[in-house]
């Protein structure tokens, strides 16, 4: 896409990626790419505000040069170090080697560290202003969203905040930047949902702190580095992260994620009476089969949602492997305090109860019922299983 103006002599000068596979390597984005926004200020100081990966170097490149030549640069701010908006740096380097970089003191050694680049590098603090001719830059060290070195960058005349990952998503831009430019924005809030749930939601009380520094800002648009630019309605994306924080401090919704294994379909079986049992209640179900669902796509789900059901089988003496990977990527990502109930066959002697067991305890989970039972889904257990699923979402009232 061409440059686009945010505001007077403010530009969206991005690049769509579609062509990673994985997000840092871990998160499937081969469907719907990602976006890395940068922007240039052209003022009587030129100044470029993060980059993209490297492996979209010339079209970043291409992009700036819409706007001012890339060797004309005064500075470049560095929101946040992560590679996928510093892939570029040591390039721009070459290309303007009079530039400053503006950065947070973590930045710097990250700087030296990740590209060997140790000097032109402008330190700033928290609440500090630099004046670009007609325009004002203002930061705010807003650390662990998403590393340690992170900060944000407001333009205080036309109130537009540079978050960087904050307030993003996955998602290519499909032709337009601007969430006014949208009917529906269900692609784009469901994608910062699993971004968010993904790579942010570990640092919850983060992104609270954040957010709280933040509140004096004059905020006209919300322009992060991934994602849509929020210049009709800013608040809505700022709300959204904010409640997705608060689902880590226990506001959850009283809905329920359904997540199941099945080798020869007893399992899944007794999956349906309970999802049926869950809906008789009242209480909305997400059904996963963890077999074939990346965990990326699972995570928001149980990010979100007071009750997990579990159905598993035991293998070989312990749970199912496809699901234990993904209770494992939950306890990784931290997600506690959830209510739990747990279902799966075993053809001789059982077990995966018993790692269920462990496992609720390290997440700091509520086991509401674990029940294992022998061979196939006969009716008896069927109507158990209902029943279940129905005790379950009642108690989550
Ligand atoms: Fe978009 Fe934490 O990098």
Request: contains cysteine; proline residues 4%; glycine residues 8%.
């Amino acid at each position: 896409m061409a440059k686009i103006e945010v505001s007077p002599g403010i530009y969206w000068i991005g690049v769509n990626d579609r062509t990673t596979d994985l997000f840092e390597g871990l998160w499937p984005i081969t469907q719907e790419g990602v976006s890395y926004n940068a922007y240039v200020i052209a003022d009587e100081k030129k100044v470029l505000i993060d980059m993209a990966k490297d492996l979209k170097g010339d079209a970043l490149l291409d992009q700036i040069a819409e706007v001012v030549d890339p060797a004309s640069l005064d500075y470049i701010v560095i929101n946040h170090m992560e590679p996928d908006h510093t892939g570029v740096v040591r390039t721009m380097r070459r290309i303007a080697p009079q530039v400053q970089f503006l950065c947070t003191k973590r930045a710097k050694s990250m700087l030296e560290n990740y590209y060997r680049i140790t000097d032109g590098i402008h330190v700033v603090k928290h609440g500090e202003v630099l004046n670009l001719g007609s325009h004002q830059l203002k930061f705010y060290i807003t650390p662990m969203v998403h590393w340690p070195e992170t900060m944000m960058t407001l333009e205080t005349t036309g109130g537009v905040l540079f978050s960087c990952d904050a307030f993003g998503g996955y998602g290519a831009l499909q032709g337009a930047i601007f969430d006014e430019d949208y009917e529906d924005l269900s692609f784009y809030e469901r994608e910062a949902l699993r971004y968010y749930a993904n790579i942010v939601a570990l640092f919850p009380k983060a992104v609270l702190k954040a957010i709280d520094k933040l509140a004096d800002a004059p905020i006209k648009v919300v322009a992060p580095s991934h994602g849509l630019v929020w210049r009709k309605d800013p608040q809505r994306i700022v709300n959204l992260y904010t409640k997705w924080a608060k689902c880590a401090l226990g506001e959850l919704e009283p809905g329920v994620t359904l997540l199941y294994a099945t080798m020869y379909g007893n399992t899944e079986k007794m999956v349906e009476a309970v999802a049926h049992g869950v809906a008789r209640a009242g209480v909305p179900v997400d059904v996963f089969d963890v077999r074939h669902t990346h965990v990326s796509y699972i995570l928001p789900s149980v990010y979100t949602r007071r009750g997990v059901l579990i159905g598993a089988p035991t293998y070989e003496g312990e749970l199912f492997p496809p699901m234990a990977h993904v209770l494992d990527m939950i306890l990784r990502k931290r997600i506690q305090g959830r209510d739990v109930a747990y279902f799966g066959s075993y053809g001789w002697s059982g077990g995966a109860r018993r790692e269920i067991a462990t496992l609720v305890e390290k997440l700091q989970w509520h086991l509401f019922q674990s029940w294992e039972f022998l061979g196939g889904a006969s009716a008896d257990k069927l109507v158990q299983a209902e029943e279940l699923g129905y005790r379950f979402a009642q108690s989550l009232k």
